[in-house]
């Protein structure tokens, strides 16, 4: 067995919330048995009591770390090739994004199931749910001590020299941040083998086809404005995978009003407006007048503004709404919108069309952004694939034989 | 050009309702169509937003809105924000200065007399390094710089109390009334705290005018009240006015009269939105929405604010001015963003 045991000054602003620095790093094979019975102890701590129900977003995650769901994926990863000749890579580091909650969790279990010891910086601002989930963290690895020195869930501020410090001893890192946090951390030294995953900022955009929109029966109408709205209010439309611009095909006015009003209803009944978000839409919507972004009349609504573009963009990434603030446009052809998919696109969320369809589409384009493409409603479902990537296999290593 | 005649030819605080809408009604119909015809961006809000569009105060910082060529502007005032972020940048000509340095005149002589008083600064000389770039710092000073006479600086370069400086102004002009103007905070920090460290009390006449807001007194619990005493006893200074403005309504501040209410004058005008509709007519405590006649050289006239505070009356206040009078409670209460504006962005 091998290890890393981290002290010293650099690590003097680090908080353990869970685990422990004195880490075991040597690789456990991709869905190791007892990393699934510690997941799903944690997963069951966490449904249990009150607060899965009051964070949907701890009870997405500890749904997804589920017993059951976990069997799946095993049994999926191992009908894959190579699946048998695989071991984690040893210590992963994550620095987890800052701006939503839980997904250092979903981060750090990928890591876990691909077999790896895990270092997760979680975000500074202290979400209620980041406390919650490493206290269940801590509480599973009370009973499984097999677990105890295999991860560590710490706080420091952004800029202390402790990443540096871990980034030394790591065999992977997840780096989730801006263009310019991956860009400062991704420079820091790492061992020869070490094995990067940035998770950039990328920019989401939604397709719907008028047509399925105006026959749409009015439950499934209801459905999906309920789905679009967990894709955008939910997180305030800061998931890089919310969509921002929506692209319709086949598109009419009343087909538009018809989405649009069902999500309206939908937010009505949902969404806590605040001030301040008042505030910055009125601000967004004035500064899009004065650079005549929009097209028609933009009609100001404090709970849904929507601005038709006048004309694309190049780039369209600069569109970026927040809390209830979107851009639309309308397509002739799907083959429009070709040209303006840059590497920035991560999710492309759709109605009323056929993915796989889609998939060839991009792929028979060479597109070099859009890797995710889901149904409206499942923006923000994050998974074992990710912005392109198959987490637990590029975690692993292969042991060939033959 | 606009022709303000009749808007001076009036008394400050002498015009009752009926008459005010009447004013209001033409005037911002006349300044819309100036605005529309001299500044582009803000013809296009008004094509969508209707004809009298409130502007967010936080638009001068990412739009530059001016209604007079580039060569016409004799000072661009920029106001002081929160360090780091950008600055709103306000464009003003000779015509527009003048006029609000004539109607701060007007209104702050209802409060202290229309004699010129010896005035105290309570700041620092230091904060006119750039003539051409005015801070709202510089702004206001430079405003009430026009309502006194042989201004002295109360605070060094350091924001260290000029002893000497100050201990002749008061000796010179003990007995007579005297006008001391500077920002709240400052006021507070650097010259009521210094003071009272140094054990001096000074023996002053007069009027203390300041404003500049009380987010940070607040923070340490010091109220309006608890401003007005401490100052009074350590200065003599029992009339403490308080007042509401901001960088782009310079001129038509709103002073705070005899009563602790804040005053809305011929010059300008106060509403309060819905802070979640941005709907006018709103009852109770909301986003205060300010009017000022005066600006011809950027279209400010109409101005949403991003601080809340409640109307009490209008042209019912017992000090006896007319107009509408209200209170702030300080900036609208921040959003709790779930995900997060932060810089930091991912998913």
């Known amino acids: 067995m091998s290890s890393v045991g981290f002290q010293g000054d650099n690590l003097a602003d680090v908080q353990v919330l869970a685990g422990t620095l004195d880490i075991d790093n040597s690789p456990l094979a991709p869905y190791a048995d007892c990393t699934l019975a510690f997941l799903a102890d944690v997963s069951q701590r966490l449904l249990k009591g009150q607060t899965a129900r009051q964070f949907p977003d701890i009870a997405a995650f500890a749904y997804w770390c589920r017993a059951a769901h976990l069997k799946e994926l095993k049994g999926r990863f191992l009908a894959s090739e190579y699946a048998s000749g695989r071991l984690g890579r040893g210590l992963a580091l994550h620095i987890a994004p800052a701006n939503i909650p839980v997904n250092f969790a979903f981060s750090f279990v990928f890591a876990a199931l691909a077999g790896n010891a895990n270092i997760v910086r979680v975000p500074s601002r202290d979400f209620a749910q980041i406390e919650l989930i490493c206290a269940a963290v801590a509480e599973s690895l009370k009973q499984y001590s097999e677990m105890a020195r295999r991860l560590a869930f710490v706080r420091y501020p952004a800029t202390a020299p402790a990443t540096a410090e871990f980034s030394a ?27 990067d995953i940035h998770f950039a900022d990328r920019y989401s955009v939604a ?28 997180m305030d439309q800061n998931a890089c995978s919310s969509p921002h611009m929506l692209f319709w095909l086949n598109a009419s006015k009343s087909a538009q009003q018809r989405f649009w009003d069902a999500v309206r209803t939908e937010a009505a009944g949902l969404y806590r407006l605040q001030p301040q978000m008042v505030m910055d839409k009125y601000v967004q919507v004035c500064s899009d007048i004065i650079a005549e972004v929009g097209t028609v009349k933009v009609g100001f609504d404090s709970l849904l503004t929507v601005v038709d573009v006048s004309e694309l963009p190049r780039d369209l990434c600069g569109l970026r709404g927040i809390g209830g603030y979107f851009y639309q446009a309308t397509l002739t052809h799907l083959n429009q919108l070709a040209p303006l998919i840059s590497d920035r696109y991560q999710s492309l969320l759709y109605y009323g069309l056929d993915p796989r369809f889609l998939q060839q589409w991009v792929i028979d384009h060479r597109l070099r952004g859009i890797d995710r493409i889901v149904e409206l409603g499942k923006a923000l479902d994050i998974d074992i694939i990710w912005d392109g990537y198959d987490l637990v296999t590029e975690l692993s290593r292969i042991v060939d034989a033959r | 050009m606009l022709d303000y005649s009749d808007v001076f030819a009036l008394e400050p605080f002498a015009l009752g309702a009926q008459d005010k809408n009447r004013l209001y009604g033409a005037w911002l119909d006349r300044l819309g169509a100036h605005h529309r015809h001299f500044c582009a ?45 950008q600055v709103s940048r306000i464009y003003l000509d000779k015509d527009t200065s003048a006029r609000q340095s004539k109607a701060l005149t007007r209104i702050v002589s209802s409060f202290i007399g229309k004699k010129r008083l010896p005035l105290l600064i309570i700041d620092s000389s230091a904060v006119f390094k750039d003539r051409a770039m005015f801070s709202a710092r510089g702004a206001g000073i430079r405003g009430f710089s026009l309502l006194g006479r042989d201004t002295c600086y109360a605070l060094d370069a350091d924001m260290k109390v000029d002893m000497a400086a100050v201990l002749a102004f008061a000796k010179k002009y003990r007995g007579q009334p005297t006008l001391l103007f500077g920002f709240t905070f400052m006021i507070w920090q650097h010259f009521y705290l210094a003071l009272r460290q140094a054990d001096v009390k000074l023996d002053l006449q007069g009027f203390l005018i300041h404003g500049g807001g009380w987010k940070k007194l607040t923070n340490i619990a010091v109220s309006n009240s608890d401003f007005k005493q401490a100052l009074s006893a350590q200065t003599g200074i029992t009339h403490v006015f308080d007042y509401y403005g901001m960088v782009e309504q310079t001129g038509s501040i709103f002073m705070e009269c005899e009563q602790g209410h804040l005053h809305a004058s011929v010059f300008s005008d106060v509403d309060i939105l819905d ?73």
């Open chain 1, 169 to 195: 001893h790591a065999d992977a890192r997840l780096l989730w941040g801006g263009d310019a946090t991956i860009a400062r951390i991704g420079a820091l030294a790492t061992p020869p083998r070490c094995v």
């Open chain 1, 207 to 234: 397709l719907l086809d008028g047509a399925a929109i105006t026959t749409a029966r009015e439950r499934d109408l209801q459905k999906l404005a309920q789905g679009f709205y967990n894709d955008t209010y939910l």
């Open chain 2, 41 to 85: 961006p803000y013809a296009r809000l008004c094509a969508t937003l209707g004809n009298r569009p409130a502007l967010p105060v936080r638009l001068f910082k990412y739009v530059d809105l001016r209604s007079v060529a580039s060569h016409d502007v004799a000072r661009t005032m920029t106001s002081s924000g929160t360090s780091g972020q």
């Open chain 2, 275 to 347: 802070p979640l509709t941005l709907e006018p007519g709103a009852t109770g405590r909301g986003c205060i929405c300010t009017t000022s006649l005066l600006p011809t050289s950027y279209p400010g006239h109409i101005l949403l604010t991003e601080d809340e505070g409640e109307i009490l009356g209008q042209d019912t206040c017992p000090c006896g001015r007319l107009g509408k009078y209200f209170k702030v409670y300080g900036r609208m209460p921040g959003a709790e963003i779930r995900g997060c504006s932060d810089t930091y962005v991912a998913g």
